[in-house]
């Protein structure tokens, strides 16, 4: 923390061009804390490029797989996608496409697009079939994106130098005196 006090989020002039559209990011570190098995989530979203929205935190359940996992953390950053379009709702900020989410697991996203496999899923709690209820809606769409790409990653696992500071920087943390 020390060494980082003159840093902090830059919201980039907007881009019109581009249309307004919210794009997430949700990553999950698949039983990371060695004590209790549990895993750390994290989200980011994006209006215009500027990131708006973040959490990292543990989760309440233990994943059985990585795809339980991301698919947990994918609902969650599903819930807080209705809220951000609520709250652009009321700021009459209308949206130009339905909310893209980026996950690095092929097996969640194929998991919430795919309700025949709800038999292998019942263990999962309702709560986290919000996801595909979303995806059902067309309220958000899932998208593929390498681990290298994932930009939630800074909030889920500890990163070694050059791509901690790829990551901070594609998220907008930047030194504000320079």
């Given at each position: 923390?020390?060494?980082?006090?003159?840093?902090?989020?830059?919201?980039?002039?907007?881009?019109?061009?581009?249309?307004?559209?919210?794009?997430?990011?949700?990553?999950?570190?698949?039983?990371?804390?060695?004590?209790?098995n549990?895993?750390?989530?994290?989200?980011?979203?994006?209006?215009l490029?500027?990131?708006?929205?973040?959490?990292?935190?543990?989760?309440?359940?233990?994943?059985?797989?990585?795809?339980?996992?991301?698919?947990?953390?994918?609902?969650?950053?599903?819930?807080?996608?209705?809220?951000?379009?609520?709250?652009?709702?009321?700021?009459?900020?209308?949206?130009?496409?339905?909310?893209?989410?980026?996950?690095?697991?092929?097996?969640?996203?194929?998991?919430?697009?795919?309700?025949?496999a709800?038999?292998?899923?019942?263990?999962?709690?309702?709560?986290?079939?919000?996801?595909?209820?979303?995806?059902?809606?067309?309220?958000?769409?899932?998208?593929?994106?390498?681990?290298?790409?994932q930009?939630?990653d800074?909030?889920?696992?500890?990163?070694?130098?050059?791509?901690?500071?790829?990551?901070?920087?594609?998220?907008?943390?930047?030194?504000?005196?320079?």
């Open positions: 923390m020390k060494g980082t006090l003159d840093y902090g989020l830059l919201f980039s002039k907007a881009n019109h061009n581009q249309g307004i559209r919210l794009i997430g990011f949700s990553d999950a570190d698949w039983s990371g804390d060695v004590e209790d549990k895993n750390t989530t994290g989200y980011v979203f994006k209006l490029g500027s990131t708006i929205c973040w959490s990292s935190k543990k989760q309440e359940d233990v994943g059985l797989s990585t795809c339980e996992s991301e698919y947990m953390v994918a609902a969650s950053a599903a819930c807080q996608s209705a809220w951000l379009e609520s709250l652009f709702a009321e700021l009459k900020i209308q949206l130009d496409s339905v909310v893209q989410l980026n996950m690095d697991n092929k097996s969640a996203i194929c998991l919430a697009n795919n309700p025949i709800h038999g292998r899923t019942k263990h999962i709690g309702t709560k986290y079939h919000y996801l595909r209820d979303q995806v059902r809606k067309g309220r958000i769409s899932l998208a593929y994106c390498k681990s290298e790409e930009e939630a800074i909030l889920t696992k500890v990163l070694r130098g050059e791509k901690f500071y790829k990551f901070r920087e594609k998220v907008g943390i930047v030194n504000c005196l320079n």
